[in-house]
């Protein structure tokens, strides 16, 4: 009996620990439980939010702002590959998508990575800008 209360402490805490360490978006069609989670990563570095996103994002585009007092930058993410994209696009359907709008200001070469994965370098770069908003966008296809 002594052992079973030694361990139940420890065995309480892993089942807690496993609960809240799996991640909102499994599948990409769980997108719209980041949008319903908005107020979890708002005011948050955009860190936290990508580490609720389990789906390989296989493709970022960034509209930059150039002072945060005139318009807001955003990054949109998306788990196709450009030639997955384009083709949908062909067919004036748009891949589900998640636009994270950030506080700061943040520069994008446009020329080298229009269309790219995100990488840990981007995360490095660009992981503590502060979210102040998300859109998802677009349809389930399959992925």
Do not use: H
Request: charged share 25%.
């Amino acid at each position: 009996m002594k052992k079973i209360i030694k361990f139940l402490p420890v065995f309480m805490l892993l089942i807690i620990n496993n609960s809240y360490s799996q991640q909102i978006m499994k599948t990409v069609n769980d997108a719209e439980k980041i949008k319903s989670n908005e107020q979890l990563f708002v005011n948050k570095p955009l860190k936290t939010l990508l580490k609720e996103i389990g789906p390989e994002i296989k493709m970022v585009t960034a509209n930059p702002s150039k002072s945060s007092n005139s318009r807001l930058g955003y990054f949109t993410f998306r788990f196709v590959d450009t030639k997955k994209y384009d083709s949908c696009r062909q067919k004036n359907k748009y891949p589900k998508q998640i636009t994270v709008f950030v506080k700061e200001s943040f520069e994008w070469d446009v020329n080298s990575s229009k269309k790219s994965k995100w990488t840990n370098s981007d995360l490095v770069k660009y992981g503590e800008l502060t979210v102040v908003g998300i859109r998802v966008f677009g349809e389930s296809i399959n992925y």
